[in-house]
């Protein structure tokens, strides 16, 4: 595949690059980096001012250029969001101008609409990242590809609980065919996540009696080892909740819908991966 540096200047290649690095490896957020990108830019004009250079292209306005330039945007789903019952309609078919949900079959349409009228957009808009995009670049890192086989294959039986690895819920766990879930084939991985919520208050209001909340679904693999477990780069975002209030069990469980099929494919039928660093021919 050809570089997508390979037309540009050097100078734009370092600029780019200093983007890209500041951004996913030093945490600066796509606002900081536009504003970096234009110092850049009005520096690149002023010193390239009297040049003859007719080739030097003008750096993008913002990041996100850079980064989808590089293909390194996060692939999610969108779906319409019901501002009542959270219940999601894929954006990509079509979707009814007001909600169509049931909590009980005996019971009535929710109603409530979900496009402003003469317009297309959703009122509420959920994105979820692809859990299966994020699988395979998970396991594209060699070390933490190796890291995920080793966990499962050193069970002993303890006395002493230490981790979750230790307990029988997770030693006497079955497949679906019948057999022990950590007894996998040569050349599989079975994965053990954990689904996890976490609530903040974006206006960092620290009252006891909050008067908004979002909350955080993620997910963390814990096959790794527990330093590694918690780090932002190995947990899995599955979705912020719409706020501003607390969310019903009935939003829950809308919410979370889609993803529970995803997980229902992979545990029926699993995930093949074309090419890891371990398997060159598939994993």
């Avoid at 981790?163 to 053990?192: M, Y």
């Avoid at 932002?232 to 209030?245: A, D, K, Q, S, T």
Wanted: charged fraction near 15%; aromatic fraction near 10%; proline fraction near 7%.
């Amino acid at each position: 595949m050809c570089s997508p540096f390979r037309s540009l200047a050097p100078s734009l290649i370092l600029t780019n690059l200093t983007i890209l690095s500041l951004h996913f490896l030093g945490g600066l957020s796509l606002k900081q980096s536009n504003f970096l990108l234009c110092a850049l830019g009005l520096q690149s004009q002023i010193a390239t001012a009297h040049s003859e250079d007719s080739d030097l292209r003008p750096l993008p306005l913002q990041a996100h250029a850079i980064i989808d330039q590089m293909d390194l945007s996060p692939q999610y789903m969108s779906y319409a969001c019901c501002p009542k019952c959270f219940h999601l309609y894929d954006l990509e078919g079509p979707y009814p101008a007001a909600c169509t949900h049931r909590t009980a079959s005996s019971s009535g349409f929710c109603g409530t609409t979900l496009c402003p009228t003469g317009s297309q957009k959703p009122l509420n808009q959920y994105d979820a990242y692809d859990f299966k995009v994020w699988l395979a670049q998970v396991y594209a890192q060699p070390e933490i590809e190796i890291l995920l086989g080793q966990q499962a294959a050193a069970l002993t039986k303890s006395q002493v609980m230490c981790d979750v690895w230790d307990s029988d819920a997770i030693r006497t766990l079955r497949g679906p065919d019948g057999k022990f879930f950590l007894n996998c084939p040569q050349g599989e991985s079975h994965l053990v996540f954990s689904l996890n919520m976490g609530w903040f208050n974006p206006p960092t209001s620290k009252h006891s009696n909050k008067q908004v909340s979002f909350d955080v679904i993620y997910m963390t693999c814990l096959n790794l080892p527990t330093s590694l477990r918690y780090q932002p780069e190995n947990v899995f975002l599955v979705g912020v909740i719409p706020g501003p209030h607390e969310y019903s069990t009935t939003q829950m469980n809308n919410l979370l819908c889609p993803f529970v099929q995803i997980l229902t494919e992979l545990w029926d039928t699993g995930l093949f991966l074309e090419r890891t660093p371990k398997y060159l021919f598939g994993h």
